[in-house]
């Protein structure tokens, strides 16, 4: 059964760099049909979506967020993660990984899988 | 890329049919077949119900369908029960392998 959990530092400091990891059990992330995402919830808000992954690198970020935004993937441990720079209180939130696909015959450019969330608070 | 609309909140009673709606542009629902919707509880993650308009994963009940029209989504719920109290969000694709996430309707079961 494929499973997604998001680990990282649940505190960060405001101007340094927010960075979290998700471990996929269950599945190879080297899969050819899922793309890898990174979705946040700031608390008592709605969800906004961050980045997506594929396992040989490349990345879609959102436009908004871009400047500060970095994902990474490493076949080796099953894993992708995200890097998000000059964080401030804003940025405080519940990040949640999942995946979606871009192929037809899955659920097309939905989220089917999604991780607990992991919460990070941005405080000094 | 701002976020789709969505009411803040809608209610029914037991019984009833509600829909929730999910203004785009024509820059991502207007332009794609590629909307879905989830079910959220607090604490917890999302949960996908509809996915390309109108389609259902499995073990989704027939109570719940979606349909689009022009730059408009809506889920619609019908036979409503008290379980299906929760937080409904949108999404869309949006062009350039991007999405975009609607701001969420809170449903309350009278």
């Known amino acids: 059964q494929l499973q997604l959990r998001e680990s990282g530092p649940g505190l960060v400091k405001p101007s340094e760099t927010l960075s979290l990891s998700c471990t996929v059990s269950?599945?190879?992330?080297?899969?050819?049909?899922?793309?890898w995402d990174w979705i946040r919830q700031p608390p008592g808000k709605g969800l906004e979506w961050i980045a997506s992954?594929?396992?040989?690198?490349?990345?879609y970020y959102n436009p908004s967020l871009k400047s500060r935004v970095t994902a990474s993937v490493d076949t080796s441990k099953n894993q992708f993660s995200l890097k998000l720079s000059s964080v401030t209180a804003a940025d405080t939130a519940v990040y949640y990984c999942?995946?979606?696909?871009?192929?037809?015959?899955?659920?097309?450019?939905?989220?089917?899988?999604w991780g607990q969330g992991a919460l990070v608070t941005v405080s000094s | 890329q701002s976020a789709l609309t969505q009411p803040a909140s809608v209610s029914g009673s037991p019984g009833q049919s509600i829909t929730i709606s999910c203004s785009g542009t024509?820059?991502?629902?207007?332009?794609?077949?590629?909307v879905s919707w989830y079910q959220q509880y607090p604490g917890k993650a999302p949960k996908l119900m509809i996915y390309?308009?109108?389609k259902r994963p499995s073990g989704v009940s027939d109570r719940f369908a979606g349909s689009k029209s022009g730059t408009t989504a809506s889920l619609t719920i019908s036979g409503l029960r008290a379980e299906d109290e929760a937080d409904y969000y949108c999404?869309?694709?949006?062009?350039?392998?991007?999405?975009?996430f609607g701001g969420g309707t809170k449903l309350t079961v009278l």
């Open positions: 269950g599945a190879s992330i080297s899969s050819t049909s899922y793309y």
């Open positions: 992954i594929y396992y040989t690198g490349t990345t």
């Open positions: 999404c869309s694709y949006a062009g350039s392998s991007t999405l975009i």
């Open positions: 024509s820059s991502d629902v207007g332009s794609y077949k590629f």
């Open positions: 390309e308009v109108s």
């Open positions: 999942a995946r979606h696909s871009p192929v037809s015959g899955s659920y097309l450019w939905a989220f089917d899988i």
